[in-house]
Nanobody
Framework: QVHMVESGGGLVQAGGSLRLSCAASGNIFSIDAMGWYRQAPGKQRELVAIINSGGSTNYADSVKGRFTISRDNAKNTVYLQMNSLKPEDTAVYYC???????????????WGQGTQVTVSS
């Protein structure tokens, strides 16, 4: 019942910027935390940033000061503004959301399909 659609990935030169979006749709009652993860070739998936329902955020040390996570609760959408991109940011980026389905009282985690971000030097 839940569909999370990501957009905004692509190719960018080092030092450039991208803005990722992820919109959740379906029989959603509420969304708790939303986050972004990434997985580079040959690497484990890692947390990039997370934002809870109250707007509190946490970031991986590698992206602090460069990335900003935000959300639009009315649109069930989470964003990741990525500035000063580096080649090491190259990865597939996945959004996720801990959300409560209509008719349920506990949250479960749902994932987007992933969007490729490639940063060239």
């Amino acid at each position: 019942q839940v569909h999370m659609v990501e957009s905004g990935g692509g190719l960018v030169q080092a030092g450039g910027s991208l803005r990722l979006s992820c919109a959740a749709s379906g029989n959603i009652f509420s969304i708790d935390a939303m986050g972004w993860y990434r997985q580079a070739p040959g690497k484990q998936r890692e947390l990039v940033a997370i934002i809870n329902s109250g707007g509190s955020t946490n970031y991986a040390d590698s992206v602090k000061g460069r990335f900003t996570i935000s959300r639009d609760n009315a649109k069930n959408t989470v964003y990741l503004q990525m500035n000063s991109l580096k080649p090491e940011d190259t990865a597939v980026y996945y959004c996720n959301a801990d959300l409560v389905l209509a008719g349920w009282v506990t949250s479960y985690t749902y994932w987007g399909q992933g969007t490729q971000v490639t940063v060239s030097s």
